[in-house]
Structure formats: structure tokens, C-alpha cells
């Protein structure tokens, strides 16, 4: 592409913001349980998948991470993925909301992703133990992850980088830049404080929400998400069990938060009890 004055600093301001939002849900997955596993707990983590899910869900609706529309709304990836295997078909991205590049609404939807991702980064050990209810955990586990439905947060990944491609080839810019952010793993420690940490999270994710007029967006596609979690093309139970077993956690969940929600949670078990019948 040719050189154009403009994009440079264009794609410097959508650049940050799409990693100051990549920070923020990946910070979701530094939480997890102090393998204790009781129902608590479980409810609490749940709350937590749930608020990351709305929070990617309003990504995708806002388009965080698309370029604005005067650079261009497609790329050709450079380098082939699951999601994007053809290298020689452009990927074009979701439409940008043009408010995200006004100073005003540019300038809270930054102060609500700093004040939700700077909590985890720039508080001492001590301040979120003694905050949040979080602390170091005893043993790492690699395998947890609190979100809700995992593809949302690998196609934003995906996209997040098609991003960044665009920035390097439109504007020369370098989104290499290692993050200041060192990441550290919390487990659960006091619910009551830990119950605090997620209400916080979710008044931030509903700002957002309200700032950019997506509530009817965000809830179409979070039923669509939790349907999902009903459907499984193989009959692989591990995964089966899994997935009901969050569904049934949602659902207590969503009862006492989110109403709207509830509906989907229902057709989801219902779905996976017939498979379970026409596989046994």
C-alpha cells in the first residue's frame, strides 16, 4: 500500500487502544481457582468467564479491532492459521464505530479499560491480597481458563494480529513492542472481597456497553455463545460434562444477573440432554 500521512497516526491511536483491550481479557485468564473447587468458587469464576465474554462480545460489536475504513477494511494474512488457512483471500473486518476515534468517547472508553486491566498491573502483591481476595497461586496450572467460550477469545487474537499486520504494512508502524505488563497468576483467596472484584469488573463492562449504545448486540450474541456450549459434533463426554456442568453454573448465575440470559442457558441443557439420548 501506498504511503499516506494520515494513516500513521490513525493506526497509532487504534493500535493502542486494541492493546490496552487486549490486556484487559487476557487478564481474565491470570485468575483461577485455589482448586478447591467448591460451588462458591466455581460461581465466582463463572461470573468472572461471563464478564470477559460480554467484554469481547462489545470488542467484536465496536470493532476494536478493525482499522478505520479510510485505510481499508480487508487484509491478506501473512502467515496461514486455523482461521485464516487461505493466504491468498483477503479477510475483511467488521465495521469500526466511528465514536471510538472521537476524542471524547475515545477518552472514557480508555479510562475503563485502564481502570480494569491496571488493577491487576499496577497494585502490589500485598494490595490485592488484601483488595481483591486474590493471591499468589500455590502451583500453576496451565490448563484453566474462566472464558466462557474459548473460540471468541482465539478469533480475537487472530484478528488482533491481522491488525497489527495492517499497521506494519499502511504505516511502517512496530506493534512489537513487548508489553509493559508483567503477568502474574492469582488464585482466590477471600470470596466476599474476590464477589467485590467482579461487581467492579462488571460496572466497567456495562459502561462500555452504555457508552456505545450495545446492549442489544452484546445480549444477541451472548444467548448465540451460550446455545453454542449445547452443541457438540462429536460425542466426546469429557467435554460434554464440562460443558454442562458451566451451563448449569451460568444459569444460577444468570438468574440473578442476567435474566435476559436465561433462556439460552435452558435450550443449551436441553440440547445436551437429547444428545446424550441419541448417543446412548
Request: hydrophobic share 40%; net charge negative.
Amino acid at each position: 500500500p501506498a504511503d499516506h500521512p494520515d494513516y500513521e497516526a490513525l493506526l497509532t491511536g487504534v493500535i493502542v487502544l486494541a492493546s490496552l483491550f487486549s490486556n484487559c481479557v487476557e487478564a481474565f485468564n491470570l485468575i483461577h481457582p485455589s482448586q478447591r473447587w467448591d460451588k462458591q468458587e466455581q460461581l465466582l469464576i463463572t461470573a468472572l468467564g461471563l464478564q470477559q465474554a460480554r467484554l469481547l462480545i462489545w470488542g467484536d460489536t465496536v470493532g476494536i479491532s478493525s482499522p478505520p475504513p479510510t485505510v481499508t477494511d480487508r487484509a491478506i494474512p501473512k502467515h496461514p492459521s486455523a482461521a485464516y488457512p487461505d493466504l491468498n483471500e483477503p479477510t475483511f473486518f467488521s465495521a469500526r464505530d466511528p465514536a471510538l476515534d472521537q476524542p471524547d468517547t475515545r477518552q472514557k472508553v480508555d479510562e475503563a479499560l485502564s481502570a480494569l486491566v491496571e488493577r491487576s498491573a499496577h497494585t502490589s502483591r500485598e494490595e490485592m491480597m488484601e483488595l481483591y481476595g486474590l493471591r499468589p497461586p500455590k502451583r500453576f496450572t496451565v490448563e484453566y481458563q474462566p472464558a466462557l467460550d474459548g473460540n471468541r477469545l482465539e478469533s480475537f487474537r487472530e484478528r488482533h494480529e491481522l491488525l497489527k499486520e495492517v499497521a506494519e504494512s499502511y504505516a511502517h508502524l512496530n506493534t512489537r513492542r513487548n508489553s509493559s505488563i508483567v503477568a502474574s497468576t492469582w488464585a482466590v483467596s477471600d470470596y466476599a472481597k474476590f464477589a467485590d472484584f467482579i461487581k467492579l469488573t462488571q460496572e466497567k463492562v456495562d459502561y462500555l456497553i452504555e457508552l456505545t449504545d450495545s446492549q442489544e448486540r452484546v445480549d444477541r450474541a451472548m444467548c448465540m455463545d451460550i446455545r453454542a456450549l449445547g452443541w457438540h459434533l462429536s460425542a466426546d463426554r469429557a467435554r460434554v460434562a464440562h460443558d454442562r456442568s458451566k451451563l448449569i453454573l451460568v444459569l444460577e448465575y444468570s438468574r440473578q444477573e442476567y435474566p435476559q440470559y436465561v433462556d439460552a442457558v435452558n435450550i443449551a441443557l436441553r440440547n445436551i440432554e437429547r444428545e446424550r439420548q441419541e448417543n446412548a
